[in-house]
């Protein structure tokens, strides 16, 4: 199978669109780098050049020796832009607090986000990162790259901005870090017209939606997570470059009740995908498994003798619903009591499968602690079908904004909002009935709000009637 | 089309409507793919973890796909990136992932080409003597921490973050090269509760956190900032209307109230909190984000607060040390940190990880009920025994 995109997109080819040559692109030796000296003395930071995990700040030097060593017309923005965030960084430390000022508006005409303005509070001091926006680049669902792409970016990025960037920032973009005002417009045209592609989300809009790896690599997915991100992002353009939400708004999407990429604790609206019929079994693999033929979990827990695999231990006892046990030398799992944890499936992957009747379970309200307190997304929907053109998700997509943008306040999250308006309100709002699937438990306290409907014969009462029963 | 070279590019400052593309989005996901997973997609059987790092995936076609995880720095420059490239195209066909937690996957379709491109990323070292491209990440062990800006590019951070990762990554790299763990163990790092790492669900989190209130620029506010809105952002209505001596319009702040969240200074830059004193980090424990076995639940603050020790925070580092040494001696086999921590209880977590329990620790916000205990069921610890001789409940 495959996948169309919703237009045509440009051919990428590196040879056809690169600045630098390959002599170009070598034009340190490594000599050169080991004796390489920041013009400032950064000796905290050169401490962190220890040590086995990579460092960022060897990293660092090598764009700030190649910088140094490029002509004047092979760069268009301050050769010492690296050198300049490393002494402004290493005097962060010795100072404890950063040097960068806050806020700066800046963008690119006709968006209201994807750009992040950055100016330095010691701009005499270090001139190269005076100003110093960052670009958040949509990234691929799923984040597979072409080195074509890569390579075409990272020519731009070097010739127009500092060459830093992060793969990838936390929401999933593509995060450009350092470049001057004047240069917004040019990258986000070099964006557009030669690397065919965007930049993402910030500010009150919808944030760049991301998607775990899904049925590209992984046998567990229930939907195809690239699709429906590609789908609703492309679908949802408007509200993602144009502010008009109450604060910021994120989608994420994972294949499986596992959540790669944490969607159930950092999205307000989180696809989990699930199904709804039995999980397949293979007999002979589970005996397999029994026998120690296989190694259990996929082989997560080969670092240590953990001693034989027990199915009556290590799967059928730790089954939260315990909907499992062994007849013979058969699994039985008794699929309607199944909540679908994954365990089973994936301490014994070649065994189990999900069920083929796929769909996702939609859950809203995550975030992070500000202001009050952190949430993690609450079930709304137990099951929908997840198949293009998406038309149901996209309904309850937007009856969902449409409730948030009337009612929320000011930087109101719609975690923030459901608590506020309480959840019985919220899913009378959007349409749907109540079930136990929503809550971990009923109530514990009578204080209903009755509503005068409910109760036969209304609220309005005559004293003189009650008091024809009852002296006073 | 080539890029440009020119000082603008194909932009025309004159007419900034001309040829200006928009609302184009992201590209296509399916190009990026090489052809053993489009010929795959979907396909996917089941998968096998070599050694650490190396996943091997079996489609229902017979196709194989090995995937070489690698540990990442997420900030990266372009030679780094060009280097991936470089690797990417000898060995991959021109095609390289990135996964959410900042590990970068190369993907090969044969045992040999795994093999080739094992030994050349193992062989790969920064000038400074640090791997490039270390091996590792996969089930049970640390995978990459995630992180934010820190001073690198936040203007909020109470400390900086791609330091403290490098430095807990340095000591926790067994490890991310090994999978010696009870289950997965994930640490994530965040500069400041804002949390655009979103850490609150972390099996170890490291949060930067303020320990004084803003300072109010009374001579500017007036000017930088929407006064209602600095008072409207506080969430324990700290923040008062006020006058300078001068008459001019200002806010005063009710110290005593104040829980250091920093809202007020993301409306207002007229109230900053950073200090050098102040600012350290906390660390939480116990959290998860997979519906495996049990619920996903949030990290609790397990130490309220550490010195920002540039460049290594060894308070931070001895600290993770002993909650994943304790974890990894005590917790049974697929048991995460968080469930671990509740079946022996969190009196025994704090004995068994060494851990100070203070006051700070029990929770006075908003809910705080919900975690005071109300039961008899407890375990004996320490802790317990200095209650009671407080309490004159037992001799000396």
Same mark, same amino acid.
């Given at each position: 199978?495959?996948?169309?995109?919703?237009?045509?997109?440009?051919?990428?080819?590196?040879?056809?669109?690169?600045?630098?040559?390959?002599?170009?692109?070598?034009?340190?030796?490594?000599?050169?780098?080991?004796?390489?000296?920041?013009?400032?003395?950064?000796?905290?930071?050169?401490?962190?050049?220890?040590?086995?995990?990579?460092?960022?700040?060897?990293?660092?030097?090598?764009?700030?020796?190649?910088?140094?060593?490029?002509?004047?017309?092979?760069?268009?923005?301050?050769?010492?832009?690296?050198?300049?965030?490393?002494?402004?960084?290493?005097?962060?430390?010795?100072?404890?607090?950063?040097?960068?000022?806050?806020?700066?508006?800046?963008?690119?005409?006709?968006?209201?986000?994807?750009?992040?303005?950055?100016?330095?509070?010691?701009?005499?001091?270090?001139?190269?990162?005076?100003?110093?926006?960052?670009?958040?680049?949509?990234?691929?669902?799923?984040?597979?790259?072409?080195?074509?792409?890569?390579?075409?970016?990272?020519?731009?990025?070097?010739?127009?901005?500092?060459?830093?960037?992060?793969?990838?920032?936390?929401?999933?973009?593509?995060?450009?870090?350092?470049?001057?005002?004047?240069?917004?417009?040019?990258?986000?045209?070099?964006?557009?017209?030669?690397?065919?592609?965007?930049?993402?989300?910030? #500010?009150?809009?919808?944030?760049?939606?991301?998607?775990?790896?899904?049925?590209?690599?992984?046998?567990?997915?229930?939907?195809?997570?690239?699709?429906?991100?590609?789908?609703?992002?492309?679908?949802?353009?408007?509200?993602?470059?144009?502010?008009?939400?109450? $604060?910021?708004?994120?989608?994420?999407?994972?294949?499986?009740?596992?959540?790669?990429?944490?969607?159930?604790?950092?999205?307000?609206?989180?696809?989990?995908?699930?199904?709804?019929?039995?999980?397949?079994?293979?007999?002979?693999?589970?005996?397999?498994?029994?026998?120690?033929?296989?190694?259990?979990?996929?082989?997560?827990?080969?670092?240590?003798?953990?001693?034989?695999?027990?199915?009556?231990?290590?799967?059928?006892?730790?089954?939260?619903?315990?909907?499992?046990?062994?007849?013979?030398?058969?699994?039985?799992?008794?699929?309607?009591?199944?909540?679908?944890?994954?365990?089973?499936?994936?301490?014994?992957?070649?065994?189990?499968?999900? #069920?083929?009747?796929?769909?996702?379970?939609?859950?809203?309200?995550?975030?992070?602690?500000?202001?009050?307190?952190?949430?993690?997304?609450?079930?709304?929907?137990?099951?929908?079908?997840?198949?293009?053109? $998406?038309?149901?998700?996209?309904?309850?997509?937007?009856?969902?904004?449409?409730?948030?943008?009337?009612?929320?306040?000011?930087?109101?999250?719609?975690?923030?909002?459901?608590?506020?308006?309480?959840?019985?309100?919220?899913?009378?709002?959007? #349409?749907?009935?109540?079930?136990?699937?929503?809550?971990?438990?009923?109530?514990?306290?009578?204080?209903?709000?009755?509503?005068?409907?409910?109760?036969?014969?209304?609220?309005?009462?005559?004293?003189?009637? $009650?008091?024809?029963?009852?002296?006073? | 089309?080539?890029?440009?070279?020119?000082?603008? %590019?194909?932009?025309?400052?004159?007419?900034?409507?001309?040829?200006?593309?928009?609302?184009?989005?992201?590209?296509?996901?399916?190009?990026?793919?090489?052809?053993?997973?489009?010929?795959?997609? %979907?396909?996917?059987?089941?998968?096998?973890?070599? +050694?650490?790092?190396?996943?091997?995936?079996?489609?229902?076609?017979?196709?194989?796909? *090995?995937?070489?995880?690698?540990?990442?720095?997420?900030?990266?420059?372009?030679?780094?990136?060009?280097?991936?490239?470089?690797?990417?195209?000898?060995?991959?066909?021109?095609?390289?992932?990135?996964?959410?937690?900042?590990?970068?996957?190369?993907?090969?379709?044969?045992?040999?080409?795994?093999?080739?491109?094992?030994? &050349?990323?193992? @062989?790969?070292?920064?000038?400074?003597?640090?791997?490039?491209?270390?091996?590792?990440?996969?089930?049970?062990?640390?995978?990459?921490?995630?992180?934010?800006?820190?001073?690198?590019?936040?203007?909020?951070? =109470?400390?900086?973050?791609?330091?403290?990762?490098?430095?807990?990554?340095?000591?926790?790299?067994?490890?991310?090269?090994?999978?010696?763990?009870?289950?997965?163990?994930?640490?994530?790092?965040?500069?400041?509760?804002?949390?655009?790492?979103?850490?609150?669900?972390? &099996?170890?989190?490291?949060?930067?956190?303020?320990?004084?209130?803003?300072?109010? &620029?009374?001579? *500017?506010?007036?000017?930088?900032?929407?006064?209602?809105?600095?008072?409207?952002?506080?969430?324990?209505?700290?923040?008062?209307?006020?006058?300078? +001596?001068?008459?001019?319009?200002?806010?005063?702040?009710? @110290?005593?109230?104040?829980?250091?969240?920093?809202?007020?200074?993301?409306?207002?830059?007229?109230?900053?909190?950073?200090?050098?004193?102040?600012?350290?980090?906390?660390?939480?424990?116990?959290?998860?984000? @997979?519906?495996?076995?049990?619920?996903?639940?949030?990290?609790?603050?397990?130490?309220?607060?550490?010195?920002?020790?540039?460049?290594?925070?060894?308070?931070?580092?001895?600290?993770?040390?002993?909650?994943?040494?304790?974890? =990894?001696?005590?917790?049974?086999? *697929?048991?995460?940190?968080?469930?671990?921590?509740?079946?022996?209880?969190?009196?025994?977590?704090?004995?068994?990880?060494?851990?100070?329990?203070?006051?700070?620790?029990? &929770?006075? *916000?908003?809910?705080?009920?919900?975690?005071?205990?109300?039961?008899?069921?407890?375990?004996?610890?320490?802790?317990?025994?200095?209650?009671?001789?407080?309490?004159?409940?037992?001799?000396?």
């Amino acid at each position: 199978m495959a996948f169309e995109p919703v237009r045509e997109m440009k051919k990428l080819n590196y040879e056809e669109l690169r600045i630098y040559s390959d002599a170009e692109l070598k034009n340190y030796t490594e000599e050169e780098l080991k004796s390489f000296k920041c013009k400032y003395e950064i000796p905290k930071l050169d401490e962190l050049e220890k040590g086995p995990w990579p460092s960022f700040v060897s990293d660092a030097k090598q764009e700030a020796l190649r910088r140094r060593k490029l002509s004047d017309d092979q760069i268009l923005t301050h050769r010492d832009a690296v050198e300049d965030l490393l002494g402004q960084l290493e005097l962060s430390f010795d100072e404890g607090e950063t040097h960068w000022k806050h806020g700066g508006i800046v963008g690119v005409f006709g968006y209201g986000g994807g750009v992040i303005g950055r100016y330095s509070d010691l701009a005499e001091k270090y001139p190269s990162i005076a100003m110093f926006h960052t670009i958040r680049v949509n990234q691929p669902a799923s984040k597979f790259y072409s080195t074509d792409f890569l390579k075409t970016i990272c020519d731009m990025w070097e010739y127009r901005g500092s060459g830093l960037m992060n793969l990838h920032g936390s929401t999933g973009d593509l995060v450009l870090l350092g470049t001057t005002t004047e240069q917004l417009e040019p990258i986000f045209y070099e964006l557009g017209h030669v690397l065919d592609t965007d930049i993402g989300g910030s #500010g009150s809009n919808l944030r760049t939606p991301a998607c775990c790896i899904g049925k590209a690599r992984c046998e567990y997915a229930c939907y195809d997570t690239q699709a429906l991100c590609y789908e609703l992002t492309n679908y949802y353009q408007d509200e993602l470059h144009r502010p008009a939400f109450p $604060y910021k708004f994120k989608f994420k999407f994972d294949g499986c009740p596992n959540g790669c990429v944490a969607s159930i604790a950092r999205s307000d609206m989180s696809f989990i995908g699930t199904w709804r019929d039995d999980i397949r079994i293979d007999q002979d693999a589970v005996k397999a498994y029994i026998a120690g033929d296989i190694v259990p979990n996929a082989g997560a827990h080969k670092g240590r003798d953990w001693g034989k695999f027990d199915i009556q231990k290590e799967v059928i006892d730790l089954c939260p619903s315990k909907c499992m046990s062994l007849e013979g030398d058969q699994l039985v799992i008794d699929n309607s009591e199944c909540v679908r944890c994954m365990h089973c499936i994936n301490t014994m992957p070649k065994a189990l499968k999900p #069920g083929v009747d796929t769909g996702i379970s939609i859950l809203l309200g995550a975030k992070a602690p500000i202001l009050d307190g952190a949430q993690m997304a609450t079930l709304m929907i137990p099951f929908m079908k997840a198949e293009a053109p $998406y038309d149901n998700i996209k309904e309850f997509v937007e009856k969902v904004w449409e409730f948030w943008m009337e009612e929320g306040k000011n930087r109101e999250r719609l975690g923030e909002l459901m608590q506020r308006v309480t959840l019985p309100k919220f899913i009378e709002t959007i #349409g749907l009935p109540p079930a136990p699937q929503m809550v971990k438990a009923p109530r514990s306290n009578p204080y209903i709000f009755w509503k005068e409907e409910d109760v036969k014969g209304g609220w309005n009462r005559d004293i003189n009637d $009650y008091r024809s029963r009852h002296k006073r | 089309m080539a890029l440009s070279k020119e000082r603008l %590019g194909r932009y025309n400052p004159e007419k900034p409507q001309e040829n200006r593309l928009t609302d184009l989005g992201p590209r296509h996901f399916w190009e990026f793919f090489p052809p053993v997973i489009q010929e795959n997609y %979907g396909k996917w059987l089941y998968h096998d973890i070599l +050694e650490p790092g190396i996943l091997a995936h079996v489609s229902e076609t017979g196709a194989k796909v *090995y995937t070489v995880r690698c540990g990442a720095a997420r900030f990266m420059t372009v030679q780094h990136v060009r280097e991936i490239c470089e690797i990417a195209d000898k060995y991959c066909k021109g095609y390289v992932r990135f996964t959410t937690r900042n590990n970068i996957e190369f993907l090969v379709d044969s045992i040999e080409g795994l093999e080739a491109l094992k030994k &050349d990323l193992e @062989s790969r070292k920064f000038a400074g003597g640090s791997f490039k491209f270390p091996i590792g990440g996969t089930g049970a062990g640390i995978s990459n921490i995630v992180h934010t800006q820190g001073y690198i590019h936040c203007h909020t951070p =109470a400390t900086d973050a791609s330091s403290m990762v490098k430095a807990v990554s340095d000591e926790l790299f067994e490890y991310f090269k090994g999978m010696t763990l009870p289950a997965k163990l994930r640490v994530s790092m965040a500069c400041c509760l804002n949390m655009c790492g979103a850490v609150h669900c972390s &099996d170890i989190a490291l949060l930067g956190y303020h320990r004084k209130p803003p300072i109010v &620029d009374h001579e *500017y506010i007036s000017k930088l900032c929407e006064i209602p809105l600095a008072i409207a952002a506080c969430p324990v209505g700290a923040i008062s209307p006020d006058k300078t +001596e001068s008459g001019k319009k200002t806010v005063k702040i009710k @110290s005593e109230r104040c829980m250091f969240c920093g809202n007020c200074y993301t409306m207002c830059q007229a109230l900053p909190l950073s200090d050098q004193e102040g600012d350290g980090v906390t660390i939480l424990a116990g959290g998860k984000i @997979s519906n495996r076995i049990s619920d996903p639940k949030f990290s609790k603050v397990v130490v309220p607060w550490l010195p920002n020790s540039f460049p290594r925070f060894p308070e931070v580092v001895e600290n993770v040390k002993k909650i994943v040494e304790a974890y =990894a001696k005590g917790a049974n086999k *697929y048991e995460r940190l968080g469930d671990w921590a509740e079946r022996i209880g969190w009196e025994r977590f704090f004995e068994q990880c060494g851990l100070e329990f203070t006051e700070h620790l029990i &929770d006075d *916000y908003r809910l705080a009920y919900d975690t005071w205990r109300t039961s008899t069921q407890f375990k004996f610890t320490d802790a317990a025994w200095e209650v009671s001789k407080v309490a004159g409940g037992i001799e000396e």
